[in-house]
């Protein structure tokens, strides 16, 4: 299986680059899995789509404030750090620019000394160990200091950071947002529980590998990155449950199917459980948990693509980007929005 099998063609154009102002007033492309029939309509008709006694599982991470813009001690030169992982005690895994100038014992400052950091090791692909210096709690420091990292096909500014979280988001630790769910609001949510749908709520938080190119020619000889993720015991037992009663589990985006299927048993059941996931969904996979996807669009030949392909057919996702393309569609994460299942 190619790489290349997953690739379409998409003008630049229809690259969203600013949220739209009603979140829940985006399309919503409908994808029969069965038959690979589409359909067109907006995220606000989603409970339509859906039935009381399903489970809705939403992640629940919210986006860390990771860009760091600063200067190099004491020749003054720009820096700029991203965070990728919390090794503990202010030490920090990071993307950094310049990286052929950061040595460990490079000293960094950050919002006129508010902020000091120290490199300590050198890693591969830009990445370096850095511990940060500061006064009182760190996430309160980045807050005030630390800009959204979006992804690289955004080149507009944001204009309000929240925009980029979704509004359930509680559990800090994201470098990118789970942007299936930006289109939902407190109100639909709401009105989807009132339906008789259940609510879950699980933690992914999103690495920056999520939008690493897939440079290898053959699929199965991709390394997948690891990301963080959660499941509680009253979650563990209501997705049980829905399975139990024979209601759909309806992943929003793919983060959260990605956990439910890390986590799930080999029978489809759950039990709170976390840990670090690789894991890599593509055609062949076998689906134990997830019965129906919410999701954007994803860029071409990305794990993303692959994924979705391995839920509903190479085929039927190929064609319906193809016609998403025609429709003028917006892709990616300020984009538009797919319901994935039997329809």
């Given at each position: 299986?190619?790489t ?10 229809l690259?969203?680059q600013t949220?739209?102002?009603r979140?829940?007033g ?5 994808l ?11 995220f ?10 399903d489970?809705?599982?939403l992640?629940d ?10 200067r190099r001690?004491?020749t ?20 950094a ?10 000293a960094?400052s ?11 090791a ?5 990445k370096?160990q850095?511990?940060f210096?500061y ?13 959204m ?24 630790g994201?470098a990118?947002?789970p ?8 109100e ?18 999103v ?10 020619e ?12 959660a499941?509680?015991?009253?979650t ?10 024979g ?5 929003v ?9 890390s ?11 976390s840990?670090?996931?690789?894991i890599f ?8 948990a ?6 954007n669009?994803?860029l071409p030949e990305?794990?993303?693509?692959m994924?979705?392909?391995a839920?509903a ?5 190929l ?25």
């Open positions: 299986m190619k290349s099998d997953f690739y379409y063609d998409l003008p630049p154009e690259i969203a949220p739209l102002e979140r829940d985006s399309r919503l492309m409908t029969d899995r069965a038959t690979g029939a589409v359909g067109h309509r907006h606000y008709d989603l409970p339509s789509l859906l039935r009381p006694g489970c809705l599982v992640n991470s919210r986006v860390l404030p990771a860009r760091l813009l600063g001690e004491p003054g030169g720009a820096v700029e750090v991203l965070l990728l992982r919390d090794r503990g005690g202010g030490l920090w895994e990071c993307l620019k310049p990286a052929r100038k950061l040595h460990p014992g490079a960094l950050f919002g006129d000394g508010q902020l000091t950091a120290t490199v300590e050198e890693e591969d692909e830009g370096r850095i511990r210096h006064d009182g709690i760190f996430l309160e420091v980045l807050e005030r200091l630390g800009k990292p979006l992804p690289p096909y955004i080149k507009e500014e944001l204009a309000d950071g929240e925009r980029y979280q979704t509004v359930y988001s509680r559990v800090t994201s990118a947002a942007t299936a769910g930006l289109h939902f609001t407190r639909l949510l709401e009105e989807i529980r009132k339906m008789g749908v259940d609510l879950a709520y699980i933690t992914l938080h690495g920056l590998g999520t939008f690493r190119p897939v440079k290898a053959e699929v199965t000889d991709h390394q997948m990155h690891s990301e963080f993720c499941m509680d015991g009253p563990a037992r209501l997705l049980n449950e829905t399975r139990a009663r209601g759909r589990i309806v992943c985006g793919t983060t959260s199917c990605r956990t439910v299927e986590l799930a048993g080999a029978d489809g059941t759950f039990r709170e459980a840990g670090w996931t690789d969904i593509y055609p062949g996979y076998r689906f134990k997830m019965d129906a996807l919410v999701t669009f994803h990305s794990t993303l693509v994924l979705v392909s839920f057919g190479r085929e039927h996702i064609n319906a980007y193809r016609e998403a393309v025609r429709e003028r569609y917006r892709f990616f994460s300020f984009g538009d929005a797919m319901f994935i299942g039997d329809l």
